[in-house]
């Protein structure tokens, strides 16, 4: 930095003043990380060199004059205090073999790391935003329109259409998943298509079970359904005319008929 | 005697080199929307400068090229040579948004896929037209996929290498879940009036859970 | 003997030569203001065409010149020399001033992409606001990558074309001061110590939250 060839008192004077200013501004820090790299220019040296403990007792000397001054810290702000405490004393005491966990000086190199890191970017960002940019130092071709020959149509959407027009269909009404729990469903109307086709042969009555559809008999699950949707269907069917439905007693095997008119009339 | 003083301050502002006069007609032809004239382009190029004769190099120079200078009435600008005139085809192409019921029936392919058509439209809460379809097939976005498994054994549809290739991404997994699309902002719309109220389900951890669940391998 | 039908048949499909193929790629590219790929190129020019060979006679013709022949990742472009921007006033675009946190997120997501928003925030020390993210995105300088392979399997970012276009750069490696911050060890994810070493010790769940919560909000 230029400024180390600043005199002693020079120094103090700004430090104070940046000190000063600091307080006021609490709010214009974006977070601990942000303020303890503006505490951390006014040791005037490398960010490699950094003395992290110095680091800790501004940073806790400001959380302290925060205090006094009633200002409001955001609880980040205390939570990285407890934590520089913490470091501090680490650092001071001398290592305990015993203690497990990182040492004073793997923490406090890591922050360092930190700080020199997010300044980095910090200066990446702005070597960016320095280039020459498209639309204010070089610039496109104007005229790119061309004498019209061939009339396509195309038809183009960008990913955040695709994603927007998804997060429209997921907020639009509480959405529900799509889980393959159908594949267990055997449907009424599916049961009547099945029924109206076998119904013909069936003359003499017979156990209702032996309509379930082939292959839903053995899941329990399946099989539920596939009884619950053929019983309906039957019921449906002994509505509309075709057929007989009895059964002996509760529980006993509900037994179904094909209707016969001729019967019918001798009844 | 009286020319003596005109010289000396002509010389104060000294034109640029003419090689510098003809890179900055250059440049301004190349971005202007509009033909310009030679009026306007002294207007903006240095004190001094001669963009009449500028353009006469730099017409020279474009000769034979594959874009010549022009002048267009009284204005100048650099256009197309008439013999590659074929190349411009593509230029013609008229490009369209995707309609609201294409977008989203895509979506509902990349995020479910494969999916059957009567899921789209439970997922949609109204029937998909064939139309919306067709287009994405024949924009090559999606394609028929394997059968269902399941009673009237339906087709599905799946996205395919022209809609990732399009769409910048490497893999259908690679879209953001609905987490991702929250912390991006994109779930902040407030669902129109006139559908359901109530709160924007919060138990939306489940379904994103579901949803992840379809693109584990 | 052999050799004869099979030369005239190639003959048929003869391609035209290179300066001719320079022109072609010339005019093409002068008539749009996007960058065109090769592929593209190859696609609108006549068979057997070699627009990339082409393209580098062109750039070499271009040198000095009041525009510039510039490759923008595998897309190529013209452009006006940036030293005669001065000469654009009426061709400037207002572009919308970034908040200081978007120009840091997108710098991180330059410099470290792919990276997730954890790693964003675990550089910048604080939570990535929903609107920063959105503005980069619609801006389409960054884009959606692949998910990193750890728990979570997170969404990363990356920037796009239109970024390098933007800023003038031939490809993500060009970045200003790249090399020198890798070299400084700068653009690591180096977990906090006490974490297990490498970069995806993410099974030392305990401790690695521990000390990381401590910097997040």
């Keep these: 930095m230029a400024d180390d060839t600043f005199e002693e008192d020079t120094v103090s004077v700004a430090e104070r003043l940046a000190a000063e200013a600091l307080i006021v501004d609490v709010d214009g820090f974006e977070g601990p990380l942000d303020l303890l790299l503006t505490l951390s220019r006014t040791q005037k040296v490398d960010l490699r060199k950094i003395s992290v403990l110095q680091l800790a007792h501004q940073y806790l000397a400001f959380v302290e004059k925060a205090k006094q001054l009633r200002l409001e810290l955001a609880a980040d702000y205390l939570v990285m205090a407890a934590w520089l405490a913490f470091l501090k004393s680490r650092l001071l005491l001398p290592p305990d073999p015993t203690e497990e966990g990182p040492s004073g000086e793997e923490l406090a190199a890591h922050l360092a790391f930190q700080l020199e890191r997010l300044q980095a970017m910090r200066d990446a960002a702005a070597r960016l935003m320095a280039r020459d940019q498209l639309g204010r130092d070089f610039f496109a071709r104007g005229q790119s329109e061309m004498v019209t020959r061939v009339r396509k149509v195309t038809y183009s959407a960008t990913l955040l259409d695709l994603m927007q027009g998804y997060a429209r269909i997921r907020t639009r009404d509480e959405f529900r998943p799509f889980v393959m729990d159908r594949d267990a469903v055997f449907t009424m109307e599916q049961a009547l298509d099945r029924m109206r086709g076998l119904i013909g042969y069936a003359g003499d009555w017979t156990d209702i079970l032996s309509y379930l559809p082939e292959g839903w008999e053995a899941d329990p699950v399946k099989r539920r359904s596939a009884t619950a949707a053929t019983f309906a269907a039957s019921l449906e069917l002994v509505k509309e005319g075709h057929l007989d439905i009895r059964q002996s007693e509760t529980f006993a095997p509900i037994q179904l008929r094909k209707r016969d008119e001729a019967r019918d009339r001798s009844t | ?217």
């Design chain 2, 1 to 217: 005697m009286t020319e003596a003083p005109e010289e000396k301050e002509e010389s104060l502002f000294e034109a640029p080199p003419m090689a510098e006069q003809e890179r900055m007609c250059e440049a301004i032809l190349f971005a202007t929307a509009e033909p310009i004239t030679i009026r306007e382009l002294a207007a903006r190029m240095p004190h001094g400068c001669d963009p009449a004769e500028a353009l006469v190099y730099l017409r020279k120079r474009y000769e034979g090229r594959g874009v010549q200078v022009m002048k267009i009435g009284d204005a100048w600008a650099i256009r197309t040579a008439a013999d590659l005139g074929f190349l411009m085809q593509k230029e013609t192409v008229e490009t369209r948004k995707l309609s609201r019921a294409a977008i989203e029936t895509l979506a509902i392919i990349a995020y479910h896929q494969p999916v059957t058509r009567a899921e789209i439209e439970e997922i949609r809460g109204v029937s998909v037209s064939r139309g919306t379809v067709d287009q994405l097939l024949e924009l090559e976005w999606i394609r028929f996929g394997r059968r269902k498994m399941t009673p009237g054994r339906p087709v599905t549809f799946v996205v395919t290498q022209t809609f990732l290739d399009h769409f910048g991404l490497e893999n259908a997994r690679d879209l953001p879940g609905l987490k991702e699309l929250r912390a991006a902002g994109l779930l902040e719309n407030r669902p129109p009036p006139g559908t359901l109220p109530g709160p924007e389900s919060e138990d939306d951890e489940e379904s994103t859970e579901g949803q992840s669940e379809l693109f584990e391998d």
